[in-house]
């Protein structure tokens, strides 16, 4: 054993292969190895989402995740969702509701946030919130992106895979 | 920053994680959902040699009520015990503490078994077990045997789990007529450790509480129950006044120090603030 691992899954519905360190986490091994800086790191302790994708369907932390891990899984980015549509709406809510300066927590709240309305297609200010309160942003002050979310879930419903 | 480099086994079976323990023995960590270890890695408080990954282990997988017990799997996700029927008909006090633990993302990956073998002092789960009287199942080389919960937690990132074991799921007694929980928390912002939170149970008889346990996280190095409260409420019509008398008995059995979120005072505030809160609501429950 050498502290490496060969690893296959799925990004973005593309198959991907690669040799890696086995400490090598999500986040850096899409960033790193793939190519997709969509995804971003902030605190490495899985406190604040800028790392968030989604695992097998899920969302999960990339920091807090190895990718020997996620090895046989299939993982879709901000560039995925963002690609096949399916976050459209909540894209165009962001944007018209000023719901991002810098960008940096973007992706994680968009993953964050198609989530919550999967899993609850129209909810509350205080839902969103609770749900978002993963989600950490130094520029906007959260309101308009609790606007965006809220904006955007009638638009949501019965999008998505 | 990034951990220290380590190797990584998946794990097909509960032999091979007893056989690769042995083999390795302190260098060797047990890789669950990863919430609690992987930051505990990547800020290198921790440089194990090899991380042995047991999320393969299907055995340990899974949610399911036999007779008068609900077991949940140790590899369960917060997510799964969350969204599970049978945990919330037969012990909502796990679905009162859920919202709880953390956020969407860490409660997807981390797991319940995880959570209690990590024995983090302001953890919600571990109160919990201990409120409810749950048992530990615990595997090693040697067999199986089964933890009383209140017996499991020992100390700081303490349990009695012997160099080799595994906790493989949780055995809990079926919520029983005329029970009642209540889950409450004192953190920062939604989904940090607890400042003090408290897991109590009891039943009741009219508005008189019986069995009592109040089970607080956060205050000390593990789980501890409020025995001189409890006494005191037991039996009792509960009113405004028997909490407040209930309040100043916490100090017998809270001693909290000092920390960088409270201060030991504050911490016992709260705790006495949680007490009145939560019993009052149960009380007040159809």
């Not at chain 2, 930051?39 to 408080?45: D, F, I, S």
């Not at chain 2, 282990?57 to 969350?82: C, F, K, N, P, Q």
């Not at chain 2, 059995?253 to 979120?261: A, C, F, I, T, Y």
Request: contains cysteine.
């Amino acid at each position: 054993m050498t502290g490496e691992r060969d690893i296959e899954l799925i990004v973005n519905g593309e198959q991907v292969a690669a040799r890696i360190e086995a400490r090598k986490n999500l986040v850096d091994f899409l960033r790193e190895d793939v190519g997709l800086t969509g995804s971003h790191i902030g605190c490495e302790q899985g406190v604040c989402g800028a790392c968030t994708v989604r695992l097998n369907g899920e969302i999960v932390r990339g920091c807090l995740t190895l990718a020997a891990q996620a090895d046989g899984g299939e993982v879709w980015t901000i560039e995925g969702v963002s690609d096949s549509g399916e976050i459209a709406p909540l894209q165009e809510a962001f944007i018209e509701r000023n719901a991002l300066q810098c960008g940096y927590c973007t992706p994680g709240m968009l993953l964050t946030a198609a989530a919550l309305l999967r899993e609850n297609p129209a909810p509350s200010r205080e839902e969103i919130r609770e749900y978002l309160s993963g989600n950490y942003c130094r520029c906007t002050g959260y309101q308009a992106i609790v606007d965006a979310i809220e904006a955007a879930a009638p638009k949501m419903k019965g999008a998505g895979s | 920053m990034k951990p220290a480099p380590f190797e990584y086994v998946r794990a097909r079976s509960l032999d091979e994680v007893f056989d690769l323990l042995e083999r390795h023995g302190d260098d060797a960590r047990l890789l669950a959902g990863g919430q609690s270890l992987l930051p505990t890695l990547n800020m290198r408080l921790s440089a194990p040699e090899i991380l042995v990954d047991i999320c393969g282990l299907e055995a340990l997988r899974g949610i399911s009520v036999t007779g008068g017990t609900l077991r949940i799997g140790a590899l369960a996700t917060h997510s799964e015990v969350r969204a599970s029927a049978a945990v919330s008909q037969n012990a909502p006090l796990l679905a009162q503490a859920m919202p709880h633990i953390a956020h969407p993302a860490v409660r997807n990956k981390g797991t319940f078994g995880g959570s209690l073998a990590n024995a983090d002092p302001a953890a919600e789960l571990p109160a919990c077990v201990v409120a409810l009287g749950a048992e530990l199942e615990v595997a090693g080389k040697a067999g199986t045997r089964s933890i009383p919960a209140a017996d499991f937690f020992r100390g700081l990132y303490e349990t009695a789990l012997e160099p080799g074991e595994v906790l493989v799921a949780v055995n809990v007694p079926a919520h029983a007529a005329g029970y009642r929980s209540g889950f409450s928390e004192f953190a920062r912002r939604s989904g940090d450790f607890a400042i003090s939170a408290l897991a109590a149970h009891a039943r009741f008889d009219g508005d008189a509480a019986q069995d009592v346990r109040l089970v607080f996280a956060g205050v000390d190095i593990k789980p501890v129950r409020a025995a001189a409260a409890e006494r005191l409420v037991e039996g009792k019509p509960v009113t405004a006044d028997l909490l407040a008398e209930a309040k100043g008995r916490l100090a017998d059995d809270l001693d909290p120090s000092d920390d960088v979120h409270a201060s030991g005072r504050t911490k016992l505030h709260l705790s006495g603030v949680l007490l009145e809160r939560v019993l009052l609501a149960m009380a007040g429950a159809a």
